[in-house]
């Protein structure tokens, strides 16, 4: 297959952990502005507590003022009463995410482990009748900021887990950016072992310089849907040393440069580049010049 997704994060995992706080309509400017260069799927905002994290407040407000038959937009939810506030307001897809260590875990969403897959368990099932789309974050998949190098066995094992759940999409997250190529290759030939490839994505950060060398490892297993935030914005608020996200321009280069199509015009993505920078103050720059 020659078509790459890529699932932009950064109205999400981009403004969470930075000091600017987006109004809705810089938030939505931000959105329609990646919708016109091409990207398909973007992740808008999420329904976590305010207090925790303020920059997501109102992320009602711009679901409201999306078409949402234009776009995969997506939101993250920490629970149930996240997903019950996501089908209120009318949300297509919803972002679920497991910490593979309970420390982790714990700092995430203060619960353990298996409550919390108990509990996404009958959100996925629920979701079934409610005609909204799942994913789950399997986060901190190859190294825990408190606990340090993550066994393939626990990731194969949620991953499982989650398939026979039922859930639409798998994210395979290196959330502080510890992976090398070939952990990731080694992960992704193991997961491709005994699952299709179809449901699987992948998250990257550049925290070691090693985005980019883990993004062409998984294409070469098979992978086909990358995760990916304008500029390298942001990171994660709840992971210590978890630096930026891969930048979409740097992602969507090396795809074009390989052949692969993915509907996405590098040109135009330059301008919502500008645009994040613009808006959040912060000097966006990948490492690919555009």
Known sequence: MNEVTVNEVGPRDGLQNISSILNVNQ??????????????????????????????????????????????????????????????????????VLCLTESFN????????????????????????DKIKTKIYLSGAFECPYEGKVSQDI????????????VDEIVIADTIGAANPSEVSSLFKSIFSKFDNDKFSAH????????MANVYASLEEGVRKFDSSIGGLGG?????????NLATEDLVSLLH??????????KNLKGSRDLASKLTG?????????
């Open 236 to 244: 994660c608020p709840f992971a210590p040393g978890a630096s930026g």
């Open 27 to 96: 938030r939505l400017e931000l959105i329609n502005s990646l919708k016109k260069s091409g990207i398909s799927s973007i992740e808008i905002g999420s329904f976590v507590s305010s207090n925790a994290v303020p920059a997501m407040q109102d992320t009602n407000l711009l679901l409201e003022r999306l078409n949402l038959s234009e776009c995969d937009y997506s939101v993250l939810i920490p629970n149930q009463k996240g997903y019950e506030i996501a089908k209120t307001n009318k949300a297509t897809t919803v972002c679920l």
């Open 106 to 129: 714990k700092k995430n969403i203060n619960k353990s482990i298996h409550d919390t897959f108990l509990e996404f368990q009958e959100i996925i099932k629920q979701s079934k009748q």
């Open 204 to 211: 990257f950060h550049d925290t070691k310089a090693l985005g």
């Open 282 to 290: 912060i000097s966006l720059q990948g490492r690919v010049p555009i």
């Open 155 to 166: 990731v194969i094992e949620f991953t499982e887990k989650f398939i026979l759940a039922g």
């Open 257 to 266: 440069d390989m052949n692969f199509e993915t509907g996405i015009d590098l």
